[in-house]
């Protein structure tokens, strides 16, 4: 019997539409209004290779007596005790609530294992997701339900807390890295996989758009497994016109965002060309680890393939990735290949690296002793108390007052120095700012 997951929150954080996300169908009906879900509603989902039920539930309100939210919220009570997993749902965008807070009680009160999704993150309203932190129920997963965005980090979330048959449960170490291949139309990904398996596992040819569908591959070097995705090949969005085509660059989409490493390769004989840096900022945006394969490699003078051009190039039209593994490959010769996977086993653990709280403030106040925040308007910005909630990307979160102030040359300061302080090459960094006083202050006023 498959594990069964509740979605529940207030009204109108979006429970509707991950719902709908999660069974790949459009069965709950989704409106802007509050309450548009009244009765429980069941499907089968599917994250990834996990499968479930899960059931959408009216959205929580104080409600009393017999009238009709006391019912809904009778249903959703009844939902809860049902499940394995609890999905609370809040809004990242008006960040906690007082309803969030009393339900958030009757959640933990069921004792059944809960993840906080924060949904609604996308942009700027990721940074409300920290807020959820303050519920007690543990770190928060952004996401966006609409968008489509944050679901590999969904679906780490759930592995870990769904239940497991003991025959099927894996440790972490033991688990495939997923890894994307994706790049611009017959740059030669289906020709390297094959390479790699050691068989035509995967159709090729001289036309470009052959692969339309991702397609999952398992393979094992020594002891490493790696679930690899072949990908259709992505051109601007502006000559796409075929639905068909369409439809492929969706799914190629949905497969980089459920990596955990993703190898952008390149064809060496035109390398970095306007769509190779589109796909680039795309897996960097997603949050995804990225490697940079130069592929038919044989085909140029080896001289413009040394590793220190290559770095040249790589951290001139990629900063934002700066530090990305680089190889040169060539997937019909065979060339470069266990360089390359040795570049994705070893991003994947910067990738999942996590540093100690004090290890960041000593960073922080040497970062800002040699270069202060400017004042604004005649006033300081002063920064507090770093610290990292998560990683798988390494993300940290910055204490202070006016950090809303900052200027986007001192976040990149500050980046800049965490990747050269921290040793975190080619993976993306994000950094959220809070206004806060430093937790530790008053423990320390007390001594």
């Keep these: 019997m498959r594990p069964l997951v509740a979605i529940v929150g207030r009204p109108n954080v979006g429970k509707s539409t991950l719902f709908n996300r999660l069974v790949g169908k459009r069965l709950a009906l989704v409106d802007d209004h509050p309450g548009v879900t009244r009765d429980r509603r069941f499907g089968e989902a599917e994250l990834g290779d996990l499968k479930f039920g899960v059931i959408d539930t009216a959205g929580f309100d104080e409600a009393a007596g017999q009238g009709l ?132 596992r995967l159709l090729t040819g001289p036309e470009p758009g052959i692969t339309r569908d991702s397609i999952s591959v398992a393979f094992q070097r020594g002891a490493q497994r790696f679930e690899l995705h072949d990908t259709a090949g992505l051109r601007r969005r502006s000559r796409i016109e075929d639905k068909l085509e369409k439809l492929s660059a969706a799914d190629a989409l949905n497969a980089i965002r459920f990596a955990e490493v993703v190898v952008l390769l390149l064809d060496a004989t035109k390398p970095f060309e306007e769509q190779d840096l589109r796909i680039a900022d795309l897996v960097v945006n997603e949050g995804r680890a990225l490697v940079i394969g130069m592929n038919k490699s044989d085909l140029v003078e080896p001289s413009t393939l040394t590793p220190r051009k290559l770095r040249g190039q790589a951290d001139h039209w990629l900063p934002q990735a700066k530090g990305m593994p680089i190889v040169a490959v060539s997937g019909l010769g065979g060339q470069g290949l266990d360089k390359l996977m040795d570049a994705v086993v070893d991003i994947h653990k910067v990738w999942n690296r996590r540093m100690p709280t004090a290890a960041l403030n000593r960073f922080l106040q040497a970062a800002t002793e040699q270069n202060p925040p400017p004042a604004i308007s005649g006033g300081r910005i002063k920064l507090r108390y770093m610290t990292q909630p998560k990683a798988r990307p390494p993300s940290f979160v910055l204490f202070g007052t006016r950090t809303n102030a900052l200027p986007e040359s001192y976040v990149r300061y500050l980046i800049n120095g965490l990747r050269e302080a921290f040793d975190l090459p080619g993976v993306p960094i994000r950094l959220a700012f809070r206004e806060g006083e430093n937790p530790f202050a008053k423990k320390k006023r007390k001594r």
């Design 69 to 200: 939210s006391a019912r809904m919220q009778v249903q959703t009570e009844a939902a809860i005790r049902e499940a394995d997993v609890v999905l609370f749902l809040m809004d990242a965008r008006a960040g906690i609530t007082p309803d969030d807070r009393v339900f958030a009680n009757l959640v933990r009160k069921s004792g059944k294992p809960v993840v906080v999704v924060a949904n609604k993150a996308e942009g700027k309203a990721a940074a409300g997701a920290y807020e959820a932190f303050e519920l007690g129920l543990g770190e928060p997963v952004a996401i966006s339900a609409e968008h489509g965005e944050g679901l590999a980090d969904l679906y780490s979330a759930l592995l870990e807390s769904l239940p497991e048959k003991p025959e099927e449960a894996e440790r972490e170490e033991e688990r495939p890295i997923r890894v994307a291949v994706v790049g611009r139309p017959n740059a030669g990904k289906s020709t390297l996989i094959n390479r790699l398996l050691g068989e035509e």
